[in-house]
């Protein structure tokens, strides 16, 4: 390079911060979309094995609020907190989740990938720190749910089971 030629050496990279879960599921992608969406599917699989949900409030709609209580299998209640930022159907959701009293904890994408009549879905969590990130897989180890997103998923594919 000449003397007067600049570089942009500046690299950007949040994969220390980064949680994504990708699972091939044998349901057709509107129906993985309705389970998604439609909250009387929705409280029958969301949360980790032995978690149960009680929704306050739900609202599956750009800006849209979901308040939600998950109960753990040893009592302890966990408040929730997720606000809808983009839903652009059957493609993919994005959203903020976090809690009552820190409503914006991490960020989410989920997708939603048609593939020969099954449904690639992909759960990609982006948290502020790699310090957020340790922490919130912390808190799952710590209530027995250390792999609670494929946890969820396996609930997942019980109720497209059960609506096929």
Do not use: C, Q
Request: charged share 25%.
């Amino acid at each position: 390079m000449g003397k007067n030629e600049s570089t942009n050496d500046t690299v950007l990279s949040t994969a220390d911060r980064e949680l994504v879960i990708t699972r091939l599921l044998n349901a057709p992608r509107e129906l993985v979309w309705k389970a998604w969406t439609d909250p009387k599917h929705l409280i029958n699989w969301f949360g980790p094995k032995g978690f149960t949900n009680t929704f306050h409030e739900i609202d599956i709609k750009p800006g849209g609020i979901w308040k939600f209580t998950m109960h753990g299998p040893d009592g302890t209640d966990y408040p929730n907190l997720v606000v809808f930022d983009k839903i652009v159907k059957p493609d993919y959701i994005t959203y903020t989740h976090g809690s009552f009293e820190k409503p914006e904890v991490f960020k989410v994408k989920v997708s939603f990938e048609e593939v020969g009549g099954k449904t690639r879905i992909t759960m990609h969590s982006l948290f502020p720190t790699v310090e957020a990130l340790d922490a919130a897989l912390g808190a799952a180890k710590k209530s027995g749910a250390l792999e609670g997103g494929n946890s969820t998923l396996d609930k997942l594919e019980e109720e497209l089971k059960k609506m096929n």
